[in-house]
């Protein structure tokens, strides 16, 4: 492991790092490498209850703390991730594979919900409701909904986190992460830099674990947690929300996709073609917002597969610390598996590979392009979360809307097309929580994020975000005369 002052092994809980109660520890690999690159602390239920037990204690304290105080370590905290931006970033790269570029982009994309939520903490504004007799005033306010919990995704080891824990701790709510025992590492460093930007002891806690569903158990039935945010696949969430139900916990969930990007006969193919790449090779195919089915016109579909598979096959795959590399490694080996299956599932089915369709070495899989695709396929309803592109074809633009909302999800979508018209009838016609219109990059601190029916519900980022991390108190003052 190459130095990096941002590397801690254990967990930070009330404002102190400790081991797991049992000893144990787990192992991070470098995808890119398969080698070992630290061991961290392994925690059960117990140590879990022990971290809520802190932050549930420090809540009153921090709850009363003012939004301009808030504000201020918010901003602290920060600053301080752009100081350590190189480190954090290699170290992202090193535990998740994503390359270099991309993780440095993750560092200023993430540490961006930090500074918005900074701002925001002093708009969580009330209301005076005009009343409904002389003798009453009526009064709403807004607080901190209490211990809020946020589980999150090895895909995106730091935006993740501050995108959760950005409003919660603006709103005055102390926090219990816990990210995914792929990547711990990015977590505890943020964790090291929330201790040292002064947030007092149980207001922000990180747990690691390699069982995960035991320590999602213990956050969602304790019933000092009052607010779960997950991201992670909708198996999962599934289990979460069944499980929340007896403390009936608020929850957000942001969940899997399926996205479609459509591109019209009058589409500009040279830009479909860059955001395409953009958008489906973004972590090498693997977040929650990539392209997974692209959809295009009969005129022009010929014309964009030469050009797209063109774009592909100049894609540089290898170690993500490396030179001008933009491809890594998938996660690990499930993920591998998957990719494999969709691809030949497909072919199996009718495709027609026009670039790439075969695995590389280790956990490495060639950008691959699937003309002729078609809706019986294993790709077109399951997310592959790898670096394979489907492309189907359609006539006309209500067979493109048709084929776009046949899916259980309703995360992320984008379309191509110059006629303004047709930008509001499809865009408003999409059953997606986001919708990129000839744009393949959408995500942003500034706008919500989230999805409509099987990838879950609530917003992320934006003035909205905050509402999930808040509690509507309406009060009525009597005997006014
Ligand atoms: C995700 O994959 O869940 C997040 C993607 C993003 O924030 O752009």
Redesign the pocket.
């Known amino acids: 492991m190459e130095q990096n002052s941002l590397i801690r092994t254990e967990a930070y809980v009330n404002g102190q790092w400790v081991k797991a109660g049992s000893g144990k520890t787990f192992a991070v690999t470098n995808p890119a490498t398969g080698k070992v690159i630290a061991s961290v602390t392994d925690m059960d239920r117990a140590d879990t209850r022990r971290a809520i037990d802190a932050a549930h204690a420090a809540w009153p304290a921090y709850r009363d703390t003012t939004a301009k105080e808030r504000a201020s370590l918010m901003r602290t905290w920060f600053n301080l991730m752009l100081e350590h931006k190189e480190e954090l970033a290699r170290l992202m790269t090193m535990e998740c594979g994503k390359v270099l570029q991309e993780s440095l982009g993750e560092v200023d994309?993430g540490a961006s919900f930090i500074e918005w939520f900074a701002e925001e903490a002093k708009r969580t504004y009330g209301d005076v409701i005009p009343s409904y007799s002389r003798d009453r005033r009526l009064v709403v306010i807004k607080q901190s909904v209490g211990v809020a919990a946020a589980i999150t995704?090895w895909?995106?080891p730091l935006?993740?986190i501050t995108?959760k824990v950005g409003p919660a701790l603006a709103a005055g709510s102390t926090v219990v992460v816990k990210p995914p025992s792929e990547t711990p590492l990015t977590a505890l460093a943020i964790a090291y830099l929330a201790e040292k930007a002064g947030f007092p002891p149980g207001v922000y806690n990180t747990i690691t674990s390699s069982n995960s569903s035991d320590i999602g158990k213990e956050l969602c039935e304790n019933t000092k947690v009052r607010k779960l945010s997950f991201?992670g696949s909708t198996p999962v969430g599934k289990i979460l929300m069944e499980q929340s139900a007896p403390t009936l916990k608020k929850l957000s969930l942001?969940l899997g996709?399926n996205a479609p990007f459509i591109v019209f006969e009058d589409a500009d193919i040279e830009a479909a073609v860059k955001g395409a790449i953009l958008s489906k090779f973004?972590?090498n195919g693997?977040?929650?917002?990539?392209v997974n089915r692209v959809l295009v016109q009969d005129q022009v579909y010929d014309e964009f597969v030469e050009k797209f598979s063109e774009a592909v096959a100049a894609l540089k795959v290898g170690n993500g610390l490396e030179k001008d590399v933009q491809v890594g490694p998938l996660i690990n080996e499930k993920g591998l598996e998957k990719v494999k299956e969709h691809v030949e599932d497909a072919i199996a089915k009718g495709a027609r590979v026009t670039e790439g369709g075969k695995p590389l070495d280790g956990l490495f899989y060639k950008p691959t392009v699937l003309a002729d695709a078609n809706p019986g396929m294993l790709i077109s309803r399951e997310e592959v979360f790898g670096p394979v592109a489907p492309v189907f074809r359609f006539s006309t633009e209500e067979e493109a809307i048709q084929l776009a909302n046949d899916t259980a999800y309703g995360l992320a979508s984008y379309f191509y097309s110059k006629d303004v018209a047709r930008c509001w009838r499809v865009a408003e016609a999409l059953e997606y929580g986001m919708v990129g219109i000839n744009e393949g990059m959408?995500?942003t601190e500034v706008a919500p994020?989230g999805g409509m029916k099987e990838s879950g519900f609530g917003r992320e980022g934006s003035k909205y975000g905050m509402d999930y991390f808040m509690e509507i108190k309406y009060m009525c003052f009597g005997g006014i005369k």
């Open positions: 994309y995704p895909n995106f935006a993740m995108r991201t942001e996709g973004r972590n693997q977040t929650c917002v990539c959408i995500s994020f």
